[in-house]
């Protein structure tokens, strides 16, 4: 915690969230909108395939290595 490198994740994260959670849709009203981030989040752990772990999904590469 607390290093560059954990950083530079944090803040990709938050960048990735908003432009395609955030700003993706038109909510009517923050409450809308935060009933919508356990979906999003679960769409990105299972289903979006992030190229830093070789096109696979978190969820897929944390099976890879717990194997």
Known sequence: PYTPRTNGKAE????TL????T???AFQNSEERNRW???????DNRL?????IGW????Q?????LR
Not at 12 to 15: E, G
Not at 18 to 21: A, K, V, Y
Not at 61 to 65: F, G, K, S
Request: hydrophobic share 40%; net charge positive; charged share 25%.
């Open 48 to 52: 979006r395939q992030h190229s830093a």
């Open 18 to 21: 908003f432009r395609e959670w």
């Open 61 to 65: 590469r944390l099976v890879e290595l």
């Open 56 to 59: 696979r999904s978190p969820q």
């Open 12 to 15: 990709r994260f938050s960048q």
């Open 37 to 43: 981030l356990p979906r999003y989040l679960a769409i």
């Open 23 to 25: 700003y993706a849709m």
